[in-house]
Protein backbone atom coordinates (compact mmCIF):
# COMPACT_ATOMS: atom_id res chain seq x y z
CA UNK A 1 0.00 0.00 0.00
CA UNK A 2 1.55 3.57 -1.08
CA UNK A 3 0.81 6.72 -0.38
CA UNK A 4 -0.99 9.05 -2.93
CA UNK A 5 1.69 11.43 -3.76
CA UNK A 6 -0.40 13.87 -4.89
CA UNK A 7 -1.08 14.50 -1.48
CA UNK A 8 2.19 15.59 -1.09
CA UNK A 9 2.31 16.89 -4.15
CA UNK A 10 -0.29 19.67 -3.90
CA UNK A 11 0.90 20.38 0.08
CA UNK A 12 4.22 21.58 -1.04
CA UNK A 13 2.90 22.85 -4.17
CA UNK A 14 1.06 25.44 -1.88
CA UNK A 15 3.43 25.94 0.87
CA UNK A 16 6.41 26.43 -1.59
CA UNK A 17 5.51 29.93 -2.59
CA UNK A 18 4.91 30.54 1.04
CA UNK A 19 8.42 29.57 1.76
CA UNK A 20 10.02 31.23 -0.69
CA UNK A 21 8.66 34.84 0.37
CA UNK A 22 9.21 34.11 3.77
CA UNK A 23 12.82 33.62 3.26
CA UNK A 24 12.68 36.55 1.37
CA UNK A 25 11.50 38.58 4.35
CA UNK A 26 13.44 37.01 6.53
CA UNK A 27 16.48 38.08 4.34
CA UNK A 28 14.96 41.76 4.52
CA UNK A 29 15.05 41.40 8.36
CA UNK A 30 18.86 40.39 8.52
CA UNK A 31 19.82 43.17 6.13
CA UNK A 32 18.58 45.67 8.29
CA UNK A 33 21.26 47.48 9.73
CA UNK A 34 20.91 47.20 13.55
CA UNK A 35 20.61 43.60 12.51
CA UNK A 36 23.26 43.45 10.94
CA UNK A 37 25.20 45.37 13.40
CA UNK A 38 24.20 42.35 16.11
CA UNK A 39 25.74 40.00 13.41
CA UNK A 40 28.67 42.10 13.09
CA UNK A 41 29.77 42.87 16.70
CA UNK A 42 29.35 38.86 17.85
CA UNK A 43 30.90 36.68 15.16
CA UNK A 44 34.09 39.24 14.05
CA UNK A 45 37.03 40.39 15.92
CA UNK A 46 37.28 43.40 13.88
CA UNK A 47 33.54 44.95 14.90
CA UNK A 48 33.51 43.23 18.38
CA UNK A 49 34.67 45.94 20.60
CA UNK A 50 32.20 48.35 19.60
CA UNK A 51 28.77 49.24 20.04
CA UNK A 52 25.48 48.37 17.80
CA UNK A 53 25.02 52.39 17.90
CA UNK A 54 28.56 52.30 16.52
CA UNK A 55 28.33 50.21 13.90
CA UNK A 56 24.92 51.71 12.73
CA UNK A 57 26.44 54.99 12.55
CA UNK A 58 30.12 54.96 11.79
CA UNK A 59 30.00 51.56 9.69
CA UNK A 60 26.80 50.55 8.02
CA UNK A 61 26.46 54.22 6.11
CA UNK A 62 24.57 53.72 3.24
CA UNK A 63 21.05 52.85 2.72
CA UNK A 64 20.76 48.92 2.10
CA UNK A 65 19.90 48.22 -1.93
CA UNK A 66 17.73 44.97 -1.61
CA UNK A 67 17.30 42.69 -5.04
CA UNK A 68 19.33 43.92 -7.04
CA UNK A 69 21.99 42.46 -9.13
CA UNK A 70 25.52 42.11 -8.48
CA UNK A 71 28.40 43.13 -10.09
CA UNK A 72 30.17 41.11 -12.72
CA UNK A 73 33.80 40.88 -12.13
CA UNK A 74 36.61 42.68 -14.39
CA UNK A 75 34.10 45.48 -14.82
CA UNK A 76 34.94 48.86 -12.77
CA UNK A 77 31.33 49.52 -11.25
CA UNK A 78 32.28 49.31 -7.37
CA UNK A 79 30.80 47.17 -4.89
CA UNK A 80 27.59 48.62 -3.61
CA UNK A 81 26.61 48.82 0.19
CA UNK A 82 24.39 46.62 1.72
CA UNK A 83 23.54 44.62 -1.73
CA UNK A 84 20.52 42.06 -1.08
CA UNK A 85 19.06 39.01 -1.86
CA UNK A 86 19.99 37.56 -5.49
CA UNK A 87 22.95 39.39 -5.75
CA UNK A 88 24.82 38.03 -8.64
CA UNK A 89 28.29 37.00 -9.09
CA UNK A 90 28.80 35.85 -12.76
CA UNK A 91 31.76 34.77 -13.92
CA UNK A 92 32.09 33.67 -17.65
CA UNK A 93 32.04 29.76 -17.88
CA UNK A 94 31.93 29.44 -14.09
CA UNK A 95 27.56 29.73 -13.82
CA UNK A 96 26.40 31.94 -11.19
CA UNK A 97 26.16 32.68 -7.49
CA UNK A 98 23.54 34.32 -5.71
CA UNK A 99 24.39 35.49 -2.12
CA UNK A 100 21.54 36.26 0.30
CA UNK A 101 23.24 39.12 1.48
CA UNK A 102 26.05 41.16 0.78
CA UNK A 103 27.70 44.41 1.56
CA UNK A 104 30.48 46.53 2.28
CA UNK A 105 31.12 47.79 6.14
CA UNK A 106 33.64 50.31 6.92
CA UNK A 107 36.10 49.65 9.82
CA UNK A 108 35.77 50.85 12.99
CA UNK A 109 37.88 53.91 13.69
CA UNK A 110 40.31 53.27 10.56
CA UNK A 111 40.89 55.24 7.90
CA UNK A 112 37.80 56.23 5.42
CA UNK A 113 38.96 53.67 2.24
CA UNK A 114 39.60 51.06 5.26
CA UNK A 115 36.53 47.73 4.42
CA UNK A 116 35.02 44.87 4.60
CA UNK A 117 32.99 42.76 2.52
CA UNK A 118 30.37 40.82 4.21
CA UNK A 119 28.46 37.57 3.00
CA UNK A 120 25.31 36.80 5.46
CA UNK A 121 23.65 33.53 4.44
CA UNK A 122 20.65 32.45 5.93
CA UNK A 123 20.49 28.44 5.73
CA UNK A 124 17.14 26.52 6.67
CA UNK A 125 19.06 22.77 7.25
CA UNK A 126 22.97 22.46 8.14
CA UNK A 127 23.00 18.94 6.61
CA UNK A 128 23.29 18.63 2.98
CA UNK A 129 24.46 15.89 0.31
CA UNK A 130 27.69 18.25 0.41
CA UNK A 131 29.66 19.63 3.06
CA UNK A 132 28.51 23.36 3.84
CA UNK A 133 31.17 24.12 5.34
CA UNK A 134 32.86 24.01 1.86
CA UNK A 135 30.17 25.70 0.13
CA UNK A 136 31.23 28.71 2.16
CA UNK A 137 34.68 28.31 1.61
CA UNK A 138 33.58 28.59 -2.16
CA UNK A 139 31.29 31.60 -1.36
CA UNK A 140 34.47 33.75 0.35
CA UNK A 141 36.66 32.92 -2.52
CA UNK A 142 34.11 34.17 -5.11
CA UNK A 143 33.83 37.24 -3.05
CA UNK A 144 38.01 37.52 -3.02
CA UNK A 145 38.21 37.32 -6.97
CA UNK A 146 35.15 39.61 -7.69
CA UNK A 147 37.13 42.08 -6.52
CA UNK A 148 39.35 42.29 -9.59
CA UNK A 149 38.80 45.39 -11.34
CA UNK A 150 36.96 46.97 -8.76
CA UNK A 151 38.59 47.08 -5.68
CA UNK A 152 41.86 46.76 -7.29
CA UNK A 153 43.34 46.45 -10.68
CA UNK A 154 46.70 44.76 -12.17
CA UNK A 155 49.02 43.86 -8.82
CA UNK A 156 48.19 45.72 -6.57
CA UNK A 157 46.85 42.69 -4.14
CA UNK A 158 47.64 45.10 -0.99
CA UNK A 159 44.14 46.56 -1.85
CA UNK A 160 42.13 43.42 -1.45
CA UNK A 161 39.49 43.78 1.34
CA UNK A 162 39.26 40.97 3.56
CA UNK A 163 35.37 39.06 3.36
CA UNK A 164 33.30 37.13 5.59
CA UNK A 165 30.52 34.88 4.66
CA UNK A 166 28.68 33.85 7.61
CA UNK A 167 26.09 31.30 7.49
CA UNK A 168 22.84 31.41 10.09
CA UNK A 169 21.56 27.94 10.36
CA UNK A 170 18.21 27.77 11.37
CA UNK A 171 17.46 24.31 11.50
CA UNK A 172 20.75 22.25 12.50
CA UNK A 173 21.03 19.25 13.95
CA UNK A 174 21.09 18.55 17.61
CA UNK A 175 24.56 17.88 18.18
CA UNK A 176 25.47 21.57 15.84
CA UNK A 177 22.52 23.53 17.93
CA UNK A 178 24.13 26.55 19.88
CA UNK A 179 27.33 26.55 18.63
CA UNK A 180 29.48 29.38 16.34
CA UNK A 181 32.47 28.21 14.28
CA UNK A 182 35.13 30.28 12.85
CA UNK A 183 37.22 29.38 10.07
CA UNK A 184 39.97 31.47 8.63
CA UNK A 185 43.63 31.16 7.09
CA UNK A 186 46.66 31.39 10.14
CA UNK A 187 50.08 31.33 10.09
CA UNK A 188 51.85 28.15 10.66
CA UNK A 189 56.15 28.55 11.03
CA UNK A 190 56.81 24.45 9.45
CA UNK A 191 60.82 25.60 10.15
CA UNK A 192 62.17 29.29 11.19
CA UNK A 193 60.56 31.57 12.55
CA UNK A 194 60.05 34.28 10.59
CA UNK A 195 56.30 36.26 10.71
CA UNK A 196 54.29 38.18 8.23
CA UNK A 197 52.02 40.82 8.79
CA UNK A 198 48.37 39.20 9.24
CA UNK A 199 47.13 41.98 7.02
CA UNK A 200 48.38 40.17 4.29
CA UNK A 201 47.12 36.78 4.70
CA UNK A 202 44.10 37.40 6.89
CA UNK A 203 41.95 37.86 4.05
CA UNK A 204 38.87 35.46 4.59
CA UNK A 205 36.74 33.78 7.13
CA UNK A 206 33.51 31.72 6.91
CA UNK A 207 31.61 31.85 10.04
CA UNK A 208 28.86 29.47 11.18
CA UNK A 209 25.90 30.51 13.67
CA UNK A 210 23.85 27.52 14.48
CA UNK A 211 20.44 28.31 16.51
CA UNK A 212 18.78 26.28 18.73
CA UNK A 213 16.59 23.19 17.69
CA UNK A 214 13.82 24.72 20.31
CA UNK A 215 13.44 28.37 20.15
CA UNK A 216 12.99 28.22 23.84
CA UNK A 217 16.39 26.87 24.23
CA UNK A 218 18.67 29.29 26.28
CA UNK A 219 21.86 28.64 24.60
CA UNK A 220 23.83 31.51 26.83
CA UNK A 221 25.41 33.39 24.16
CA UNK A 222 23.44 36.58 23.17
CA UNK A 223 23.48 36.46 19.18
CA UNK A 224 22.23 32.65 19.44
CA UNK A 225 19.39 33.72 22.05
CA UNK A 226 18.56 37.12 19.71
CA UNK A 227 18.24 35.02 16.54
CA UNK A 228 16.04 32.42 17.87
CA UNK A 229 13.75 34.77 19.18
CA UNK A 230 13.60 37.29 16.25
CA UNK A 231 12.69 33.97 13.71
CA UNK A 232 10.60 32.04 16.04
CA UNK A 233 8.22 30.59 13.99
CA UNK A 234 5.58 30.39 17.27
CA UNK A 235 5.83 33.49 18.97
CA UNK A 236 3.48 36.07 18.16
CA UNK A 237 4.26 39.61 16.88
CA UNK A 238 3.93 40.89 20.13
CA UNK A 239 5.80 38.31 22.43
CA UNK A 240 8.65 38.59 19.81
CA UNK A 241 8.55 42.61 20.31
CA UNK A 242 8.86 42.34 23.81
CA UNK A 243 11.46 39.74 24.26
CA UNK A 244 13.67 41.58 21.70
CA UNK A 245 13.13 44.94 24.03
CA UNK A 246 13.70 43.68 26.85
CA UNK A 247 16.09 40.71 27.08
CA UNK A 248 18.24 42.31 23.70
CA UNK A 249 17.29 46.17 24.15
CA UNK A 250 16.36 46.00 20.41
CA UNK A 251 13.44 48.08 19.87
CA UNK A 252 11.38 47.50 16.25
CA UNK A 253 10.46 50.52 14.67
CA UNK A 254 9.46 51.57 11.22
CA UNK A 255 9.33 49.69 8.55
CA UNK A 256 10.99 46.56 9.80
CA UNK A 257 7.59 46.04 12.34
CA UNK A 258 5.66 45.66 9.37
CA UNK A 259 8.25 43.27 7.66
CA UNK A 260 8.55 41.24 11.41
CA UNK A 261 4.74 40.81 11.43
CA UNK A 262 4.73 39.42 8.21
CA UNK A 263 7.45 37.18 8.69
CA UNK A 264 5.28 36.07 11.90
CA UNK A 265 2.25 35.19 10.17
CA UNK A 266 3.90 33.90 7.47
CA UNK A 267 6.13 31.42 9.84
CA UNK A 268 2.92 30.45 11.75
CA UNK A 269 1.15 29.37 8.35
CA UNK A 270 4.01 27.30 7.16
CA UNK A 271 4.52 25.90 10.89
CA UNK A 272 0.90 24.70 10.93
CA UNK A 273 0.33 23.27 7.18
CA UNK A 274 4.30 21.39 7.50
CA UNK A 275 2.36 19.83 11.05
CA UNK A 276 -0.44 19.01 9.45
CA UNK A 277 1.08 17.47 6.38
CA UNK A 278 3.20 15.55 9.09
CA UNK A 279 0.23 14.80 11.07
CA UNK A 280 -1.65 13.44 7.59
CA UNK A 281 0.75 10.88 6.82
CA UNK A 282 1.11 9.88 10.44
CA UNK A 283 -2.11 8.85 10.26
CA UNK A 284 -2.35 7.57 7.23
CA UNK A 285 0.73 5.21 7.76
CA UNK A 286 -0.79 4.10 10.92
CA UNK A 287 -4.10 2.94 9.01
CA UNK A 288 -1.82 1.11 6.77
CA UNK A 289 -0.29 -0.81 8.94
CA UNK A 290 -3.20 -1.55 10.78
CA UNK A 291 -4.86 -3.01 7.85
CA UNK A 292 -1.82 -5.27 7.24
CA UNK A 293 -1.33 -6.60 10.71
CA UNK A 294 -4.91 -7.85 11.63
CA UNK A 295 -5.89 -8.18 7.80
CA UNK A 296 -9.07 -5.62 8.07
CA UNK A 297 -10.68 -3.37 5.88
CA UNK A 298 -10.17 0.37 5.65
CA UNK A 299 -12.80 1.31 7.59
CA UNK A 300 -12.12 -1.17 10.24
CA UNK A 301 -9.17 0.32 10.85
CA UNK A 302 -10.43 3.74 11.39
CA UNK A 303 -12.79 3.04 13.58
CA UNK A 304 -10.25 1.36 15.81
CA UNK A 305 -8.08 4.93 15.42
CA UNK A 306 -11.31 6.56 16.74
CA UNK A 307 -11.58 8.62 13.89
CA UNK A 308 -14.30 10.73 13.21
CA UNK A 309 -16.71 9.97 9.96
CA UNK A 310 -15.69 13.52 8.50
CA UNK A 311 -11.70 11.92 9.08
CA UNK A 312 -12.49 9.25 7.26
CA UNK A 313 -13.98 10.31 4.41
CA UNK A 314 -10.33 12.17 4.12
CA UNK A 315 -8.33 9.54 4.39
CA UNK A 316 -10.81 6.73 2.41
CA UNK A 317 -10.31 8.15 -0.74
CA UNK A 318 -5.97 7.72 -0.85
CA UNK A 319 -6.25 4.03 1.09
CA UNK A 320 -8.34 2.84 -1.94
CA UNK A 321 -6.07 4.06 -4.67
CA UNK A 322 -3.17 1.93 -2.59
Known amino acids: MQLDTSVIKDTVESIFPKQIQYDNICKTILAHKEISAWILKHTTKEFHKFSIEYIVQHCLTEKPEISTIGVMPGTST ?4 L ?8 VPNEGKVFYDIRFRA ?25 PLVSRAVYYASRLISAQYGTEFIKSNYQDLKKVFTIWLCFNPTAKD ?25 DLLEA ?40 NFNI ?19 LYVEAYNEAEFKTTLNNIENIIKAFKIT ?25
Open 207 to 246: IFVNLAVKTDTKSNNTLIDMLSVLFSKTLSSQERFHKLKD
Open 83 to 90: RTDNTEDN
Open 177 to 201: QCTINRYCIAEENVFGHRKEKPAHY
Open 106 to 130: KLPQAAATAAVIINIEAQNHFKEKY
Open 78 to 81: PLPT
Open 251 to 269: DIKDNLTTEVDNMCNLGKT
Open 298 to 322: PEQAMQALNLSKEEQEKYLPHLKQA
